[in-house]
Each structure stands twice: as structure tokens, then as C-alpha cells.
């Protein structure tokens, strides 16, 4: 056999050897014996093999085959190496975190600890760095209590901290449990209550892509199971969790950030929280940055919990449970929601399945949550555009007004386009024409219902524009604040300039803010937290088109009071159809409507006034325009239609006498 083909045998053998032990190492529970006697039989083939050239002209000094291979003689550490003792009683703290420390130290050996089956007693608690894992051999047999007979790996608590703690990147925890060690009974280990479980702490640093998977979390009746904490302006984000099961907990899992920091971002796939948990399943909480962290397919089923199965508050905290069971078989009689959304957070977004009560939360600021049953449903806004005269229709060039928005002042020109360059169908171009002096020109709209019951708002328009900076929306925020979207990129390209938001219920105010030439079209402003809806509909500011019967309200208008016997109020925003009621005295005499700044209806509302009785007098004069000024007397069962011009006077379209 040649030289370098000798070689690459030899080395090949060798390499199989390796990799057939390492993956031995890996999968089999062995004792210390053992893996004393494999790293000997290893060590001798690395002092006997040597590598031969491959050719006359290469150096023909003899090397080591460990320098032609990745170095790793062998790439995990052996918890067992280190002293452990797994019987549940001697305490083996120190000797588990020696291993965790070597693992974060040698590079030699790698960042995996293998933790072998045993029940490790710890009174302090475990410390795992950046990059390190502590994996074992599963948490035995039985999916609701840690079965000490099946082989498993179980790190027993006895302290009041947490039994585990993660302060660094990538660090993991695989296939094993965790214990609020409780033996023996009426000792010390049995009347002791850990703080939690595994605390993934961020203190002023980021921390980013831990990992927990197979992990089984037991008995943490004095604290939480699992908390995320970010504090300092630390961070937590991009962490995932698999199938971690958590059972009996006084809280389940948490995940908080102070003022400065934030848990963003991390995911949870599958996992069940289960058993008795006192306080809440899932909590959510700020004042700091806690939100998109999803729970894929995730149980959540105790049968009671005191505060809630999950609980979410603060202004920058929401969560998204997707696919997800709920149930609480207990709190129906208890007359208690599974779900509870603080009034200060919103976003949230969940779906799955709901049993036995309800969530409790203002379903318009989170229209996400569509969780349907027989005790509650979801809610998502109306997408109604509430700007009248979206469309721009009625532009009067002579005086450069537009009805349903303020008059624009004299730092624009405006024009509408032609109906060929239309971008919404029935929805006209206005080319504003920005003349460089005066400030930012708002295009504000004159008149807009207000909707207490919502508390986002989404509003925005296309824009078109080849000055950059040219147009942005600008609202009132909740606080009181003046905040505006982002602005058009002058790319002359049709862009939506919007923004979604908290808004000023007291005080609603919405403008588009214009700074450079632009040509806008179909505005929008929708209450709730929804997507814009910019467009022509069926009936929209822009038109209607009815194929089927169209009903109007009819309601009944009273005398006025008898200090003002002639200024009739008809009921604002009830009907277009008033049937007049004389009270018994049909010789009365109407010479205005709705004078009152406040009872004013919209210019172009149409209402109709029905008259059962004979004599009464609706007098010709300025407020009331009738038709060749000659005044409307009532005869049994007629009726005259009049139109508001927006102010207190009135014209007649047409009569019934």
C-alpha cells in the first residue's frame, strides 16, 4: 500500500473509531468506568498512529493524526467526571457546577455537559454562562410526576432562589427535570420554597437564542416556574422553548422587563402548564417592552387559578397565543375569566380553543383575540371609513373649497385631476400645489363622528409626490402629544402615508400635513385597531348602489317649549322621516329648525316632516326657503321634504299639501 493512500486509511479507521465511540458516549448511560476505559483505549491509538507523506516532495518529519483532525479528542463534558452523586440526598451542587464551568472554559471539551440519570440534589443554585448546555437523559416515564425509577435526569432543588439560572447567550437546558425538592419529609428540603425553577435573567446586557427543550418543570408551589426578567436596560430576545412542561407552580411562566428594558420576540412551541397553579398561568407584565412572544400550541388547562390562566398588563406588553387550549374546569363556578387583558395593553392576539368562561379585556383595542364560544366572541372593528367625502367630490374651483374639509388657506392651490388618472374607482385626484410659504398646509376634515368606545384609530391617504417629505399624517396621541407617520420618499410613486395609534378620545385630532407639491387620494380614518381601508365600497363616502330596499329611521318630533313656541328641534341622528306630533293642537306655526349651532344637521341631509293633521303653518322666510315663497299649510296626511345647508337654514325640495 502506497504512502498516502496508508495514510488516508489509516486516518479513516481512525476517524470511524472516533466518531462510533463519541456518539456511543452520546446516546448510552454509562458509569465512570466506562468512559475511563474508552478515553485510555483512545489515547493509546493517538500515540500510535503517526501520518506518513504522500509524496517524496512533502517534509517527511513524522506528525501526530490529531493534528490533521479538528483537535477534539473529545467533544462533551461528563458531569459524572466531576464527582456527582445522583441519590437524592448528598448534595451535588458544586461538583454539577464544575462541570458547567469546565464546559465554559475548555474549549477542548465543548460546551455540552452530559448529565447522566440520577437525582442530583442541589442547595445552590446552578449557574449556566453563555453557550453552555446541560442536557440529560429525559425526565423518566410519567408526564405528571418525576418517576425517580425510569431513568431520568432530575436536578433537585433544596433553597430559596432558583434552582437553575441562564445570564448569557445560547446557553441551554435539554431533556431533563426540575424539582422543588420536597424529601425527605418534615425536613428542612420538605418546608423550604424555591423562588422558581429557571430564571433567564438579562442585567444590563442582552441576552439572545437560549434554549430550553424536553424540559419538565415540577412542584415550584413558593415562586415560577419559568421567569423571563430583563432589568437595567438589559434584553431578552430571539429565545425558543419546546415542549416545556410545567406542573404545580404558584406561577407558571413570567415574563417582565423594568422601565429601561424589554422580552421581546421569543417563542414557545407546544408544552403544557398544568396541575395545581395558584396565582396565574401565563403572566405577561411591563412597565418595560414585553411583547410579540408567541405561544405556538400551547395547553394551559388548570382547573382554577386565582388571578387567571393568563394575565397580561402594560401599555408596551402584548402576547400572541396561537393555536392554543385554555381550560379551567373549576372557574366557571367560580365565575372567573380565563384570560384577563389590563386596560393598558393592547395588540394582543390569540386564537385556539377557549373552554368553560371567558376572557376579559376591551376587545376593540385587541380585535386580535378570536377566541369563539358559547360565553364570548371576538370583536374586530367595523372597516368603515368615517371621513365624509373621501371620494373629493364637489370641488369648487372658483373659491378652491371642498366639502367635508376645511377651507385650505392661502398657501395652496388646489385642482382636481382628470377621471383617466383615477387610483380608486369613483375616487377623484386632488393635486395640491404647495406655494413655499405659511408653514405646512393641513388637509384636516371639517367634521368627524367621534367613537368613545375605540381607542386606536388608523387613518392615512395616497399620496404622489417627487418632493421628499412632502406629506405625512399627523394625530393627537392618547397623552395629548402631536405624533406623525412617515413621511412620502419623493420617489413620485403612489405611496400610503398612514399610521395606527392610541388616540386623544377627549380631544380627536387628524390632519395630513403637507409641505411640497402632491397629488392625494382616497383618505381614510377608521376606528379601532385595524389595517386602513382606503376605496371605494358598495356605500362609502364615494357613492352607493342599492340592489334592495333601503330604510330610513322615522321617528317622532315633539312641540317646542312653549317659551319658543315657532323654533322646532328635530331629534339629531335619529331619522331622516319626522312625524310631527301636535300634542292635540294642530294650529301651530314653524318658522325655524334646528337653529342651535349643536343640532345642526350636515349639509345635503334630506328629511321629510309627515303631518296627520290639518293647520299647521310652516312659514317662508330666511331660515326656511319654500318653494315660490309661499308658505306650507298641512292638510290631513301630507308631508313636505326640506335639505339642510350645513347652517340654520332650510330649502324645500318638495311637497304633499
Known amino acids: 500500500m502506497s504512502a498516502p493512500v496508508s495514510m488516508y486509511v489509516i486516518a479513516g479507521a481512525f476517524a470511524f473509531v472516533f466518531l462510533f465511540f ?239 428594558s424589554f422580552v421581546n420576540s421569543n417563542s414557545f412551541l407546544g408544552g403544557a402548564v398544568s396541575g395545581d397553579i395558584e396565582n396565574v398561568g401565563v403572566l405577561a407584565e411591563g412597565p418595560g417592552a414585553c411583547n410579540d412572544n408567541k405561544f405556538y400550541g400551547m395547553v394551559i388547562e388548570p382547573p382554577h387559578t386565582n388571578l387567571a390562566h393568563v394575565y397580561v398588563t402594560g401599555t408596551k406588553t402584548n402576547v400572541k397565543l396561537l393555536d392554543v387550549r385554555l381550560e379551567g374546569t373549576d372557574m366557571y363556578a367560580l365565575d372567573k375569566p380565563l384570560v384577563v387583558i389590563d386596560d393598558s395593553s393592547y395588540g394582543n392576539v390569540m386564537n385556539g380553543m377557549l373552554g368553560h368562561t371567558h376572557v376579559k379585556a376591551d376587545l376593540n383595542r385587541n380585535p386580535g383575540i378570536d377566541f369563539v364560544s358559547n360565553k364570548m366572541a371576538g370583536l374586530d372593528p367595523a372597516p368603515m371609513n368615517m371621513l365624509w367625502n373621501a371620494a373629493f367630490n364637489g370641488y369648487d374651483k372658483t373659491t378652491e373649497t371642498l366639502p367635508g374639509w376645511k377651507n385650505p388657506g392661502s398657501n395652496v392651490h388646489l385642482d382636481v385631476l382628470s377621471e383617466s388618472e383615477v387610483l380608486y374607482a369613483d375616487h377623484q385626484i386632488l393635486r395640491v400645489d404647495y406655494l413655499n410659504f405659511g408653514g405646512a398646509f393641513k388637509l384636516e376634515p371639517s367634521t368627524l363622528p367621534k367613537s368613545p368606545a375605540h381607542s386606536m384609530v388608523s387613518f392615512g391617504i395616497y399620496a404622489r409626490s417627487s418632493v421628499a417629505n412632502s406629506i405625512s399624517a399627523v394625530m393627537r396621541y392618547t397623552s395629548g402629544s402631536i405624533i406623525s407617520s412617515a413621511s412620502h420618499s419623493g420617489s413620485d410613486e403612489w405611496e400610503f402615508i398612514g399610521m395606527s395609534s392610541l388616540y386623544d378620545k377627549s380631544a380627536p385630532y387628524f390632519y395630513f400635513s403637507i409641505t411640497g407639491d402632491v397629488d392625494v387620494t382616497a383618505p381614510t380614518l377608521v376606528y379601532g385597531f385595524t389595517p386602513a381601508t382606503p376605496g371605494a365600497s358598495l356605500m362609502s363616502s364615494s357613492g352607493a348602489r342599492m340592489s334592495g330596499t333601503f330604510t330610513m329611521g322615522m321617528v317622532i318630533a315633539y312641540p317646542p317649549p312653549s317659551n319658543t313656541p315657532y323654533y322646532w328641534v328635530l331629534p339629531l341622528n335619529e331619522g331622516n322621516i319626522f312625524e310631527m306630533d301636535m300634542q292635540g293642537n294642530p294650529y301651530r306655526t314653524i ?67
Not at 31 to 37: L, P, R
Not at 593 to 612: E, I, P, S, Y
Not at 631 to 642: A, G, K, Q, R, Y
Request: with cysteine; aromatic share 8%; hydrophobic share 35%.
Open 22 to 260: 463519541g456518539v456511543s458516549v452520546t446516546t448510552w448511560n454509562r458509569n465512570t468506568k466506562e468512559i475511563k476505559d474508552l478515553r485510555e483505549q483512545m489515547d493509546a491509538l493517538m500515540a500510535e498512529v503517526q501520518v506518513l507523506p504522500s509524496s517524496p516532495q512533502q517534509d517527511d518529519r513524522p506528525r501526530n493524526l490529531e493534528a490533521l483532525t479538528c483537535g477534539c479528542a473529545d467533544s462533551f463534558t461528563y458531569a459524572s467526571d466531576f464527582g456527582l452523586v445522583g441519590d437524592g440526598v448528598t448534595n451535588d451542587a458544586v461538583s454539577l457546577q464544575k462541570a458547567i464551568d469546565s464546559a465554559a472554559s475548555n474549549l477542548d471539551a465543548g460546551g455540552t455537559v452530559i448529565l447522566p440519570k440520577g437525582t442530583f440534589l442541589t442547595l445552590s443554585s446552578l449557574n449556566v454562562p453563555a453557550g453552555v448546555t446541560i442536557k440529560g437523559q429525559g425526565y423518566g416515564s410519567s408526564p405528571l410526576a418525576i418517576e425517580f425509577d425510569a431513568g431520568g435526569s432530575t436536578i433537585a432543588y433544596c433553597g430559596t432562589d432558583y434552582a437553575v439560572k441562564m445570564t448569557g447567550h445560547a446557553a441551554s437546558l435539554q431533556d431533563l427535570a426540575v424539582y422543588d425538592w420536597r424529601y425527605p419529609i418534615n425536613t428542612y428540603c420538605d418546608t423550604v420554597k424555591a423562588a422558581g425553577g429557571v430564571l433567564i435573567e438579562a442585567d444590563k446586557k442582552l441576552v439572545e437564542s437560549v434554549t430550553i427543550s424536553n424540559v419538565f418543570l415540577y412542584w415550584f408551589m413558593g415562586g415560577t416556574s419559568l421567569t423571563l426578567e430583563a432589568k437595567n436596560q438589559g434584553g431578552i430576545a430571539y429565545s425558543n422553548f419546546q415542549n416545556i412542561r410545567v406542573r404545580h407552580s404558584k406561577v407558571g411562566i413570567k415574563i417582565t422587563a423594568d422601565a429601561n
Open 591 to 657: 318658522i325655524r329648525l334646528n337653529h342651535k349651532t349643536a343640532d345642526r344637521f350636515d349639509k345635503g341631509t334630506v328629511v321629510t316632516l309627515l303631518f296627520a293633521e290639518v293647520g299647521t303653518k310652516i312659514r317662508h322666510n330666511a331660515y326656511i326657503k319654500l318653494k315660490g315663497g309661499m308658505d306650507f299649510v298641512s292638510t290631513e296626511n301630507s308631508s313636505i321634504t326640506l335639505v339642510s345647508n350645513g347652517d340654520p337654514t332650510w330649502t324645500e325640495v318638495s311637497r304633499n299639501d
